[in-house]
């Protein structure tokens, strides 16, 4: 314990950058954590620390490396909600590169910009969560952990929750789930179980308000050691001929002047995985050729940044009609706020075995045996390619493993499904726009391009269609209306797929991943950055390979773990970044 009162003396100054557009000046007059800058004159000429991105992971860093152990206590609080609240306001205008394999189909992409981030922006799904209402809990046998939910523990400010009821329709699609051979309904969701449950949403159970990153780890009291500024785009992190990061630069969006600040400690990128591997290659750390050609002096050689890039595709619906609907089964749980329950219940998250028995070993056959350097991006690296050869082989087996998820949907209350592919094959990039590198930069999903992303999807297709003319569902004479059941050979399933195939299903990762640096890794295991001292990346950007799960707890339980390894970096006698 007396550790830690060396800890505070070191962790002096917190500064965390965030870019929030003019207009958002929105942000409410509740008590914030850190001391609220709006001009650069108010800065410090140094910190310790410097956070880029006041989003889901940043917001978390800054919170936990300021943070007194003898501070905390319970929040109550009821501040109002600055988020946007929903998917189009407060977020970034990027649009990705025609998609060629979607017959060209230009995709919105959606990255919150905010203080919160996408956290402020997200659907709010969650994995882990604070306990239901026992009465719900009995009418639609929700199961859980209780030493794995959350809310338990005081220090926790991040909550996910049921809704006080759900739709009864739901009970006729979970009991019929339960004909689907060898399939599981685990204890609950945790670490992405194979199976059918209830998931929660991330909403304080006691005010019905969106739980993220800005209500968690930013609002509450003043710290003196903490500043946030806000209105500032950050396009460099500065670097010494030792390739130390000393500081950053950044643009001020109210008069367009540049600025810079110093860290003593280190830099932490959490700018997310669309502007993370942008900034990098702004300082100068990425794929040598793609620097050069936007002019921008090479430091690093990383071939890595930027690449990798992975997202959950969501294929077009398969949609049914009744002959004669099922009876609405009893409920016990009318208690239902009017802005809960609503999109929330129950998902499948179904392994290959389960959800394709007969196709899933000649589907893991096809994909093993492909020559990657077929499939990948033109110009890819040698280190990039061996990366995703190495990536091969592990799904090649995880295609065949009964606990690693594939298919997954959200099971809606009535007969229709969005299949969603948890373990994409096909590798996109973000990388820089070389002729305006401070634009957004070029987002390029290459959707479809590794053609067993479309084996998979044509898979799922037939697993709903077999689900209900197999099934207890099947005397209730369904018809399917959308695509409809001439749309039957592969070859007009993939044409199906390829013309309502969404390739962003929210949850981006992979653009500065950490892995080895042979095989196009950006972070180590303590998530610096090859080649240079004192930066490390803390975002999504650093998962490898996509989560069978939604990505907001993944990233949560990075910058907490990051957070802790930085701690413990300084606070060892001779500790350096
Ligand atoms: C529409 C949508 C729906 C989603 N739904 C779900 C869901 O239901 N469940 C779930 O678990 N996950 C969901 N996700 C995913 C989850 O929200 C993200 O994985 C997570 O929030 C990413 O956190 P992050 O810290 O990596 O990035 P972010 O939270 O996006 O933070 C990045 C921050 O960096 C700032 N920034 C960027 N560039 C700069 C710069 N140059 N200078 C200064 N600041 C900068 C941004 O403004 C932002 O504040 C969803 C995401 C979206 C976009
Ligand atoms: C919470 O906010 C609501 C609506 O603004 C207000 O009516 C209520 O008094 C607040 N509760 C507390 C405990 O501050
Ligand atoms: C978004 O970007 C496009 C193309 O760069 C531009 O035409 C459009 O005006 C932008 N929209 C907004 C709201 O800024
Ligand atoms: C509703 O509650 C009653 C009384 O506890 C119980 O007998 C019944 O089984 C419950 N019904 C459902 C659908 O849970
Ligand atoms: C409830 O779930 C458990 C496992 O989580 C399962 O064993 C049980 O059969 C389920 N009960 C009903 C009524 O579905
Ligand atoms: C790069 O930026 C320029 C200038 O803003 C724009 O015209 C061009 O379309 C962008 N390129 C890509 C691939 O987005
Ligand atoms: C399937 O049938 C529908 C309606 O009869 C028709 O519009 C569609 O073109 C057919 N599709 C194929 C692939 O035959």
Redesign the pocket.
């Known amino acids: 314990m007396a550790n830690h009162r060396f800890i505070f003396a070191l962790f002096q100054f917190v500064l965390a950058v965030v870019l929030i557009p003019p207009l958002a000046g929105a942000i409410p007059a509740s008590v914030l954590r850190a001391r609220h800058l709006k001009l650069p004159s108010e800065l410090r000429d140094s910190y310790d620390f410097i956070v880029i991105g006041g989003g889901t992971a940043g917001l978390t860093i800054a919170d936990r490396l300021s943070e007194s152990s003898q501070s905390w206590s319970h929040w109550q609080g009821n501040a109002s909600d600055g988020s946007a609240n929903g998917f189009t306001a407060h977020q970034y205008n990027i649009t990705s590169k025609p998609q060629t394999e979607l017959n060209n189909k230009i995709v919105s992409v959606n990255v919150g910009f905010c203080v919160g981030g996408s956290s402020a922006i997200n659907g709010m799904v969650a994995i882990y969560f604070v306990p239901p209402d026992p009465t719900l809990a009995?009418?639609f046998n929700i199961t859980y952990d209780i030493q794995a939910a959350w809310g338990q523990d005081r220090d926790n400010h991040l909550y996910a929750s049921y809704p006080g009821g759900l739709d009864p329709k739901f009970k006729t699609y979970y009991n019929a789930l339960k004909s689907v051979p060898n399939i599981e309904f685990p204890r609950d969701g945790h670490a992405g179980s194979h199976g059918v449950f209830w998931y929660p949403l991330s909403v304080d159970p006691k005010t019905h308000m969106r739980s993220y990153a800005r209500i968690a780890h930013w609002d509450d009291q003043e710290r003196p050691n903490y500043d946030l500024i806000t209105g500032c785009k950050v396009n460099k992190i500065l670097l010494d001929k030792h390739n130390v990061a000393t500081g950053v630069q950044f643009v001020f969006k109210v008069d367009n002047t540049i600025y810079t600040v110093k860290a003593s400690k280190e830099v932490i990128l959490s700018a997310g995985t669309m502007h993370t591997p942008q900034l990098l290659q702004l300082s100068g750390i990425g794929p040598a050729g793609l620097l050069k050609k936007a002019n921008i002096a090479v430091k690093v050689d990383l071939p890595g940044v930027g690449s990798n890039f992975q997202d959950h595709p969501i294929g077009p619906p398969v949609v049914f009609n009744w002959g004669q609907a099922p009876p609405t089964p009893?409920?016990?749980s009318t208690n239902m706020p009017p802005s809960e329950g609503q999109g929330q219940g129950l998902v499948a998250f179904l392994n290959l075995p389960v959800a394709a028995p007969d196709a899933y070993g000649t589907i893991a056959a096809r994909y093993q045996s492909l020559d990657l350097a077929r499939y990948v991006a033109p110009d890819t690296a040698p280190a990039v390619l061996a990366g995703q050869r190495a990536q091969q082989a592990i799904f090649a087996r995880e295609m065949r493993a009964k606990r690693v998820s594939f298919l997954n949907y959200v099971v809606f209350p009535s007969p229709m499904i969005h299949p969603i592919n948890f373990h994409i094959t096909s590798r996109g990039t973000v990388h820089i726009n070389t002729t305006a590198p401070e634009a957004e930069p070029v987002v390029d999903y290459r959707a479809l391009t590794n053609p067993t992303d479309i084996d998979l999807m044509i898979a799922y297709i037939r697993f709903f269609r077999r689900f209900m003319a197999s099934g207890p569902l099947a005397q209730y004479g369904p018809v399917e209306a959308t695509p409809g059941a001439n749309v039957s050979t592969d070859a007009q399933l993939a044409s199906y797929i390829r013309a309502g195939y969404n390739p962003q299903g929210w949850h981006p990762v992979g653009t500065a991943a950490k892995m080895r640096r042979e095989l196009g890794g950006v972070v180590d295991d303590e998530l610096r950055v090859y080649g240079v001292r004192g930066l490390r990346v803390a975002d999504a950007s650093i998962i490898p390979t996509l989560v069978a799960a939604t990505t907001q707890l993944t990233v949560y339980t990075i910058a907490e773990k990051i957070a802790a390894m930085i701690k413990e970096t300084w606070e060892r006698p001779h500790g350096h970044g």
């Open positions: 009995a009418d009893p409920t016990n």
